[in-house]
């Protein structure tokens, strides 16, 4: 049942990771620069090693846990297929396995960023960006290699009567693989946005507000644990995310299209779609990183420039890839236009995040202007607009899924299978370029590191200056790549609430319920349309069941945030008294004497976000089981759909916030209202310093949340059918 | 058609309104003090008043407008009852009567409570309680009289072939008469909320914190402007609300009474009892009025025992009052069950609400503690917390819907009319007890103000105390009537969604469809269930119309905090600014030897308000318009799903975190952390600054926005089944 054209995934898989391998040995052969840098540079690897190696065993131990539960689910009472627990370990290592290189990939990075940004600034951004094309290259080769081989190996052991029911079985036993990869991905998205955020409300409100000295001042105990604290959250925990983001997404639609495309000819060629898609994405990220390629000399309008013109170009050709892969896979054309309105929502929710979160457009500056009335205000305001920037996502994504829907199911509303089908593929089309997207995103830390050993090793004011425009420049590009990962978790949402229902459809294979009583018709279960089984367990907004799940579910996404919130609050205020300490007891810091306890301050971070990560995540897994427990399918659909549109709107809010409060900060800096040191960058200080959670951590695991909910939901379909108590 | 037992309604509604008219007559015999007190309560009065007409002009606007748009849909393409728009505006003006005369009372009153307290506590609180209870009593009084003459009005003018079918169309026309209350009830707030808190952040940020000044210190320019907001939001506002949820809650009831019991001998008792359980908790109310007396110098402990007992025995003899109404209707004495379920719920969450925003316990407690690393981490952890806090309230909510449904249905999922009918009813005997649950919320600014008059006629700090204590006792009690209050919104909202669902059968059979096509079964309009209808319009969560209203719902109520979050921050930085520009330009202020220019705030409140609530508030109107006009009712039933769950657990969020920080800084205030004065102190007075439109302008106005959108669903149910794009 193999097509040949499926030999392409595991090819760009590999011609993804060998460039990422390429770039990372030349990034090696860079400099690291003089004594001091290397010096500074191993104080945060080693610092983030160190974190890492604890976060990995906590995780394990939790892996080990749930494992074992799976397996004993599986050849005890017979709820799940057998390949569960390994998919679920498989897809946690992978994960891990993504954040990991991309971590250490940045720690090396960052020193040779500040020495090649001493040569001039277009060096500078070759070594940062390219070491964050490893992270992208490295996130999207290893999610289609283990795509691949995971086919292939399911390919070879499933059996099942007939083609189309085993390409049912195969694809939606790979989407469990997904929950592995998202468990991951919350553990390392809470974990290191605590991690970091304390860190920073730390070395910030002691060092900047109190003390008085810059941010990556040698003299702020902080310092390290900062910087640490940029590879364990944005870079390590952001792999982890998209990874899961991507396979996501990828999975789901295949599982969707396996079902849609039920017993026709073109069954396989709806799976193979996304893949091909993705497959094709890869090729032209690596296009669109090598066009990012400026002349010496180059000014920083020009550099932004040749930033976008990849993005851009890498865009534009998968809308022709698109119609390649569709001719090739004989499906209607229309399925482009979801693509093509999947890429749109994509770019509108960007362009939207960046005229919110950019100081230089009005909301952002209103919320630096309330700072003359004081920090409340600031507050106030800032809470206000985040809030009401939450209007045209939610448009955007409305009209996304309304259009994908139409055009993937021959605009008939009724239609679900195959309109549903079209969002996933929707997603798909936008995280298509995520090789690019991602290098654009997870260059940021690494410009951000090297200013901040740029500063340590006292490397002058022009080199500094360069790695903030690095860093500037990434924040630009950033927007962009946020609206992209949250429009996509909105998408994906939504297609793993569909698949769920075709997992429903296994289970209840499995546990013997051959035929569904639906008013007073008989339906076969195995010939059960997705509206038939709304139907059957009546998914209405009138079953309370159902209502119930909404409810919990909105209240889910308020709860985790606001323990992560409350996480941040409790490790901050630990770091704050540490750094208090060690300017009270340890003399001569201020002096420049003696040099702070950096490790003490890392050793608090870790223990933090070790101590506080494991509760909301483990809440998250058990929530969407006791709900199924109790209210059985019903209520799950329920949370899934409330936690979806609660969560997505949280989430966007809590960025955008975030966002503005921290550029609101940067435009008071940048000599605006008083400029640095005034009462009005004070307020703006403590502004970024609220929002420092709200971007960072709560509101990036929210994205997880969402489809991590999903994952277990499907994952425990068989408990859900077998056992319920309404 | 009429029982006997009607008439029991409108002789409770008489008794309600004549015991608040002998309480006001009471009150208006005390003394108001010397002629400093009765100044500057005559200023207070004055700028409340000019406030209110100011109010009733925009919205008198607004209602006329709506009104012409109604009569024409009525008259013109038929699209509506003719009486619709007859009953908006009535609905609006009993609304907006029930608020005047609240806040005519409270600011008669504030005064006359200062004085009574210089003779002692007791006689504070019986002066207080007593006018508080005017407004309890009004808003219960004029609600039933309202549904009593509406009942006997339509009973005589309405022609239906049957019975039956009478009833129907005569309790789903009443339940239009609950959108003008709760279009009136809405800007009341909004305008109120913001008009307050503009006031109060304006007083604050700099009175106490730049100029250190106490908040009721005369020489404080927003000082009367402040006490003005209590009147026009704490008082007016909340006066609207509860009339609205009342109403909401009675009408929704009795219209989902008429449905579910269609052609059956009980249908009239069915629409006649949650008028029945709401006539009896009256006069249960006014005889716990009644039991809050203690003898001369009884202690603190002493009046809040009283006042509990006041409370208590209201709520527990509403259970046999229960008993009684549903043996004299001969309905199932399950419902009984219903009615229990809704008391505790309310008591669940009002303790939840107290737990999480007493300083008595350790959440708080831990807000003001981490004021010692700044503003910073109060904003973090108050956040935090309240968005943990809305865990308890929802599964209170699930737990209590769950049960009241299945008590009322027979315990059969299937029977969904019935079971809708019974959380209709647990949130009729929620909202039963209003009378006296009203008077004790309405008293708390009352209190407030007389804290205030009493601080700026100088009557010295044995006075203020007893103010202060009268005021922190209302803290208490206030806790379990927010509970209530946002109990019954949340059950109300799942009634009118039933509701509208109801209403659109009438609105198909008027534009002549008779029979529906469900699947393979032709239904007949006026028996299809509302599980039909479910299957009818699809809506199951697969179908992106449904998906599109969930996300829509869940982003409006972010949006409509936004807006009004944004709104006080702009009204209260102008504020700000003025009171700045008064301690700079005019001379003496400080020294005390010149009075500054009240009237100048007030002015400044008065506008900010007007200018803002306008927008927000036709945003709430026009977008179940819009939904239902793109979506259809599928859309329209996803928006008003989502609005509830979101909006449920954001307006739950939003109180508890700005109570919890209010009671954090007065946790401080009582000494502890370092005391008035301390860094600490500061940073908990930012914290409350940021609360304050948090608990008083954007959370309880979601309570509102919830019911009106679902309102506005059903008054335009008519449009939305004629005219609809996808």
Same mark, same amino acid.
């Given at each position: 049942m193999l097509n040949t054209l499926f030999w392409i995934v595991p090819c760009c898989a590999v011609i993804a990771l060998l460039f990422a391998w390429l770039f990372f040995r030349n990034m090696l052969k860079e400099s690291e620069g003089d004594e001091t840098m290397k010096r500074i540079a191993s104080h945060v690897r080693r610092g983030a090693m160190a974190y890492l190696k604890q976060q990995y065993k906590v995780v394990a131990i939790v892996f080990l846990v749930i494992c074992c539960l799976f397996a004993w689910m599986a050849y005890g009472p017979r709820l799940q297929n057998e390949w569960v627990w390994f998919a679920f370990l498989t897809g946690g290592i992978f994960s891990g396995l993504a954040g990991f290189i991309g971590m250490r990939t940045a720690t090396y990075a960052s020193a040779r960023t500040a020495n090649a940004a001493r040569r001039s600034l277009n060096d500078g951004l070759k070594v940062a960006f390219r070491s964050g094309a490893v992270m992208g290259l490295v996130v999207v080769g290893l999610a289609l290699l283990d795509i691949s081989l995971w086919w292939l190996l399911l390919d070879h052991f499933v059996e099942e009567a007939s083609a189309s029911e085993k390409a049912i079985m195969i694809t939606t036993t790979m989407l469990t693989f997904g929950m592995g990869a998202s468990t991951q991905a919350l553990f390392a998205r809470v974990g290191g946005g605590i991690f970091t955020k304390a860190a920073d409300v730390g070395a910030d409100l002691v060092g900047k507000v109190e003390a008085g000295i810059p941010e990556d001042d040698p003299r702020n105990p902080a310092t390290i644990a900062d910087n640490v604290g940029d590879n364990v959250g944005d870079v390590a925990g952001m792999g982890a995310d998209l990874y899961e983001s991507y396979c996501g997404a990828v999975l789901a639609t295949a599982a969707l299209g396996a079902a849609a495309f039920r017993s026709t000819d073109v069954q396989f060629n709806a799976i193979l779609a996304p893949m091909l898609i993705a497959a094709f994405g890869v090729i032209l990220s690596l296009f669109g990183i090598f066009m990012v390629r400026t002349k010496e000399g180059a000014s920083q309008q020009k550099l932004l420039r040749a930033l976008d013109k990849g993005i851009n170009a890498s865009s534009v050709l998968i809308i022709g890839a698109s119609f390649l892969v569709v001719h090739l896979l004989d499906l209607s054309y229309w399925i482009c236009g979801s693509i093509i309105v999947g890429l749109l929502t994509g770019i509108v929710i960007g362009k939207a995040t960046e005229y919110y979160t950019s100081h230089g457009y009005k909301p952002t500056r209103d919320i630096a202007k309330s700072a003359e009335t004081g920090p409340a205000t600031v507050v106030i305001k800032g809470i206000g607009t985040g809030m009401i920037s939450t209007a045209i996502p939610v448009i955007a994504i409305v009209t996304g899924v309304t259009l994908a829907?139409?055009?993937?199911?021959?605009?008939?509303?009724? /239609?679900?299978?195959?309109?549903? &089908? +079209?969002?996933?593929?929707?997603?798909?089309?936008?995280?298509?370029?995520? +090789?690019?997207?991602?290098?654009?995103?997870?260059?940021?830390?690494?410009?951000?590191?090297?200013?901040?050993?740029?500063?340590?090793?006292?490397?002058? #004011?022009?080199?500094?200056?360069?790695?903030?425009?690095?860093d500037a420049l990434g924040n630009t590009t950033a927007a962009t790549g946020k609206g992209f990962a949250i429009g996509s978790a909105a998408l994906t949402g939504l297609a793993l609430i569909a698949s769920y229902i075709e997992e429903i459809k296994i289970a209840l294979v499995r546990v013997g319920t051959s035929t569904l009583e639906i008013g007073e018709r008989t339906v076969n279960t195995v010939d059960a349309t997705l509206t038939d089984f709304m139907q059957y367990y009546d998914v209405t907004l009138m079953n309370p069941k159902v209502l119930a799940g909404i409810f919990v579910g909105s209240m889910m996404s308020f709860v985790f945030c606001g323990l992560t919130m409350n996480a941040v609050g409790r490790a901050a205020q630990k770091m704050v008294q540490e750094v208090r300490r060690q300017f009270r007891e340890i003399k001569g810091i201020m002096s420049g004497e003696t040099e702070p306890d950096y490790a003490r301050c890392v050793e608090i971070s870790t223990k933090g976000a070790q101590g506080e990560m494991v509760f909301p995540s483990l809440l998250a897994i058990a929530v969407p089981v006791a709900i199924g427990l109790i209210f059985g399918v019903a209520g799950v659909v329920g949370l899934l759909a409330g936690g979806? +549109?609660?969560?997505?709107?949280?989430?966007?809010?809590?960025?955008?916030?975030?966002?503005?409060?921290? /550029?609101? #900060? #940067? &435009?008071?800096?940048?000599?605006?209202?008083?400029?640095?040191?005034?009462?009005?960058?004070?307020?703006?200080?403590?502004?970024?310093?609220?929002?420092?959670?709200?971007?960072?951590?709560?509101?990036?695991?929210? /994205?997880?949340?969402?489809?991590?909910?999903?994952?277990?939901?499907?994952?425990?379909?068989?408990v859900t059918c077998a056992h319920h108590l309404l």
């Open positions: 829907f139409l055009f993937a199911s021959g605009f008939e509303f009724g /239609n679900v299978s195959m309109g549903l &089908y +079209g969002v996933g593929i929707a997603a798909v089309g936008m995280l298509s370029t995520l +090789g690019i997207t991602l290098a654009t995103d997870a260059y940021g830390p690494i410009a951000d590191n090297a200013g901040g050993n740029a500063e340590m090793s006292k490397l002058g #004011k022009e080199v500094r200056r360069r790695t903030d425009a690095l979806l +549109g609660a969560g997505f709107v949280l989430a966007i809010f809590m960025a955008n916030s975030g966002g503005a409060w921290d /550029n609101a #900060k #940067k &435009y008071v800096e940048e000599g605006n209202l008083g400029g640095k040191g005034s009462e009005a960058h004070k307020s703006t200080v403590i502004g970024d310093t609220v929002g420092d959670p709200f971007k960072d951590t709560s509101g990036p695991s929210l /994205n997880i949340l969402i489809k991590l909910m999903s994952m277990v939901a499907i994952v425990t379909a068989g």
